[in-house]
Each structure stands twice: as structure tokens, then as C-alpha cells.
């Protein structure tokens, strides 16, 4: 039992250390992974959306600045976002301009 329980808080302890964090403020967005934070100016971020659990933001010359799993429902994240009046799109902009090759 008291393996289990070890071994139950390792795994609790891993998942947080590899999940995504987000401060979203009107001037900035900080995001924190395992130990390192990355803090994007609101001037730079174009435009914010969701590929799959993927939260993607993109920098003013349309290309990702940031790409990361999370674990949020899609509601939860855009209604933060849009309370900080940061651009949202519900698909990805980019999607036609790409073709699935077989």
C-alpha cells in the first residue's frame, strides 16, 4: 500500500511538472513549463487558437511563437484569452492553405 502510494504521488508530481501553466494579462501572457517561463508581450501575439489540445499563439509575422499541449476545455481557454481582449480564431487560419498528401 505504501508503494502504491509512492508511486501514485511520483506520477501526480510528474504530470504537474509536465502540464502547461498560463497567466494571461492584458499587456502579456506567461507561460510556465517544468522550470522554465516564457513571458510574450501582448504587441507580439497576432493571433491565439486551438490545433487539437494544442494552444497556439502566433507572432505578428504570422509564424508560431509558441506551441504546447494543455489540458483546458477549448471554452475555458478562449473565454480567457478573449477577456483580455487578445485576437481568437476557432479553426486554424492556416488549414487551406495546406493539403493532406497520401
Do not use: C
Amino acid at each position: 500500500m505504501i508503494l502504491g502510494l509512492i508511486a501514485g504521488s511520483a506520477l501526480t508530481f510528474f504530470t504537474f511538472h509536465e502540464s502547461l501553466e498560463m497567466s494571461i494579462y492584458d499587456d502579456k501572457v506567461i507561460l510556465k513549463l517544468r522550470n522554465e517561463e516564457t513571458i510574450l508581450n501582448k504587441k507580439d501575439i497576432l493571433l491565439v487558437f486551438l490545433d487539437k489540445k494544442q494552444l497556439v499563439l502566433l507572432g505578428n509575422d504570422e509564424k508560431e511563437i509558441f506551441r504546447y499541449k494543455q489540458e483546458l476545455k477549448e471554452n475555458t481557454v478562449r473565454t480567457a484569452f478573449l477577456q483580455h481582449h487578445y485576437s481568437w480564431s476557432d479553426k486554424e487560419p492556416f488549414k487551406e492553405d495546406f493539403q493532406k498528401w497520401v
